[in-house]
């Protein structure tokens, strides 16, 4: 009885919300979507199913042809120790060219979300109205804006609501902006997205190359497909139970999607869409950058070859920032750029040294997961250390004493984890600390911890 009247249910329901404006169209996808029936949308739920017959009755009331026997893709998802079961939903829209048509372009949003708990014997729903059943709903109405001007369509859509994994925002006016991070790894696909959010007086903040990684955007550019994130900001109540559908901005989510369709009819129509060419794809090797700032602390000291002596340690720090050029999936290249703090007991005494330091090493990445986004490695190279002051005990060191700079051997090993970067490091001086005899020299092991400041595709 059930599976005979949900569609009528839903034939009812896409005649009512057709009448509506866009901003109302969307709050009334909210209202079902974000509803406590529909138990966070969590996977396993009933509430999950309904919402994917929801978004699947959507496609097909637009005309949208299926994908293969019917809209649903089922795929299986391990969670500890229990095999669950996911579907997202894909809908076509055939593009009108007869040549640009077998070209495609994916539209897709997340219509999971984390479900509910008990707390002391309370049911409590995250229905994750922001994130992200706001992105679902956007994601329908392009559908049925986009297969109303399909005639203007050239290249072919697949609109895709993905299952298995939460995000993405639409809430423009508290993060003052949009992100579209990776529309750079579309050839000129920055400019022909600044030239439309103009008509729409939308500001975008980031239309770098940068790949968001923890999206379903990142599995299309490891596989050296260009893609970009439509992303408004951590504004909401991110994985609380307040988010709820009242909280959003309708008229900004209508404005953000209307400039979607419009930018995406201008990508259907352009002549010649390819990647930019830095781009390879985060599992096809290529070129990429990241840039990030690090700090780190240890211990330093004098070595005397011809005694074969060291003097005792002193600590050391240095702070700064880095750089990587990823060259291919196995070779990185480093260069950092630090204010370090070094030095060591000395005949002379306590000697402190302040130093500018630019070592550049060459990575070999041994483990190499998620597309570069986990990475162990040893790593070897040189540097070059400036020393700004040196200090005895107390007093400035006496300029002819001491060298004034520094260059020799870096090596150790390195772990990168998603933004997050830690090497211990190992220096050893190959020029000397004196300017009057060749058997001292200076050595020290630091361990640096670092942040990179973007996904860097």
Sequence with gaps: MTSRLLPLFFLFFAQFVHAQSLP??????????????????????????????????????????????????????????????????????????????????????????????????????????????????????????????RAELKRSIIFIAFDGEESGLLMYKSYNGLDLKGIGTLDNGPEMASETAKRYDIRLKNVSSEVESRTDTWSFAERGIPTAHAFTGLKSPYHKPEDDAPGLEYDEMARVVEFMADLTLKFSSEKDLRAASSFKGAGKGGVRVQAGALAGAGSSFFRNDAAYFNAKKKAE?????????????????????????????????????????????????????????????????????????????????????FADTETGITFGLGMDVMKFHVAL?????????????????????????????????
């Design 24 to 149: 109302e169209r969307l709050r009334t996808h909210l209202d079902f979507l974000a509803a406590d029936s529909l138990d966070g949308r969590g996977l396993g739920t009933a509430g999950k199913q309904k919402a994917a017959l929801y978004i699947a009755e959507s496609f097909r009331n637009a005309g949208l042809a299926p994908f293969d026997d019917d809209y649903f893709q089922e795929f299986f998802i391990r969670i500890s120790m229990a095999n669950m079961t996911g579907t997202n939903v894909i809908g076509v829209l055939e593009g009108s060219d007869p040549e640009l048509k077998k070209e495609y372009i994916v539209l897709g949003a997340h219509y999971d979300h984390v479900g509910y708990e008990m707390k002391n014997g309370q049911r409590v729903v995250y229905n994750g109205a922001d994130d992200n059943a706001s992105g679902t709903a956007g994601l329908m109405e392009l559908v049925r804006i986009l297969s109303g001007r």
């Design 317 to 401: 720090a240095n702070i700064g920032l880095f750089g990587q050029l990823h060259l291919g999936k196995r070779i990185t290249l480093q260069a950092e750029a630090l204010y370090d703090f070094n030095g060591s007991d000395a005949v002379t005494g306590t000697v402190r040294r302040h130093s500018f330091t630019a070592p550049v090493t060459l990575q070999l990445n041994l483990l190499s997961q998620s597309g570069g986004q986990v990475r162990m490695y040893p790593f070897a190279g040189a540097y070059y250390r400036q020393h700004l002051q040196i200090t005895t005990g107390n007093e400035i060191a006496d300029a002819p004493l």
């Design 425 to 457: 490091t190992f220096r050893r001086d190959m020029t000397g600390v004196y300017t009057d005899e060749d058997n001292t020299f200076g050595s020290g092991a630091v361990l640096n911890v670092g942040y990179k400041f973007g996904g860097g595709l």
